[in-house]
């Protein structure tokens, strides 16, 4: 399993959180939810930082230094770019443990930010940037188009399965209101660079939906349809929560209501519209490709009423079961925990079979309590159920 561990930093004191496929943070504000969702993403996305330094050796923009030196530097790049004036967090220590040995500690000591390598990863990593600069001295001037092309085939392969089962990591934040708040101009400024990864991904899918949902579901050859009783679920529950169908016409954000010819453009539909609709696209776009992907959700359930979230999560679960992705989210709302705990209890029931792509398996799933520093699962043993809110708030006057 794999395995993330914190220590000092930032609201954290010391948090160890094993990777489960369905995972649920609670807490007060200032607990360190959404550092927890960064640092997840982080580690599930370093794979790119492989991918880059590839490409610099490919370039020849790092011929001298040492291509692992190079990824290092790359690492706490990306680090840096998530997290400003890192120096105030003083000395902590991150270690993230993929499988079999594989192993990145990312800390920082005296203001200097490091980054180690397990000797078993740090031996793949050598070898793979081995073969790289060998094919590049002594072959690639004589290389025909196709042996390079097959070549760096391999090479991908190579880095796909060097830290663990590849999933593709997929951050949405919380505040997605934003992405229409925030004009070009003012992106660079200061804003959350999460959100700035958001709202490109964001501007990159509008052109995806030039049509209605059901229309381009109906598109087989357009699609990588893995279960269309569970895509067509998962329009019916969008249209419900967004009380509309979303289009992307002329540039136009928009979303069709029921009533023929009516519509709400985008910048002036409800706050719970806004907020949802980005997330409520993303997970289709996910169910649509039928990869798998390591979902980074913050607060899904945000402006929205209750049964709206209670349909939200239900998505989420249909995503989730759609093609082995693993979710992890952040939440404080009695109604997520009360709909995933009906989800757990309806994949115990025996005999129950309506709906199960709606189900969550026990043994998947568990949620966890953030509270001065620490963290604490919150799952009743026995049941499996999350304990009821009473049980693990500490009233105070």
Known sequence: MEQLKIRKFGPLKEVELNIQDYMILIGPQASGKS?????LYIFKSLREEVFRTVSDLVEGLCADPLPEVILKEHIVGKFNHFWNNL??????????????????TIFQKKNVIQVAFSEKLEVEIRDIFAALRTFITERYIDASKETKQKFYQEIDGYISKLLGKEKIPVYIPAGRVM?????????????????????????????LYFDQLEKMVNKEAALN??????????IKLIKQILRGDYVYEKENERI??????????????????????WLLMQLFTIMQTGLEYFLIIDEPEAHLYPLAQQQMIDLITLAANYSDNQVVMTTNSPTVLQTINNQVYAGMKEGLTMHSNLWLESEKANAYLLNEGVMRSIVEKDSKMIKPAESWIQPFF
């Open 256 to 277: 069709k209501l029921e009533k023929k010819g009516t519509f709400i453009e985008m910048p002036y539909a409800s706050t719970g519209q806004q907020e949802a609709l």
């Open 35 to 39: 550092t927890i969702l960064k640092l």
């Open 87 to 104: 120096p105030r967090y003083g000395d902590f220590f991150l270690k993230y443990d993929y499988e079999d040995d594989k192993v990145i």
């Open 179 to 207: 992405a229409y708040g925030v004009s070009d101009r003012y992106l660079d400024q200061r804003i959350d660079n999460t959100m700035k990864v958001f709202i490109q991904q964001v501007a990159d899918m509008k052109p």
């Open 225 to 234: 349809i893995v279960d269309r009783e569970s895509l067509e679920m998962g």
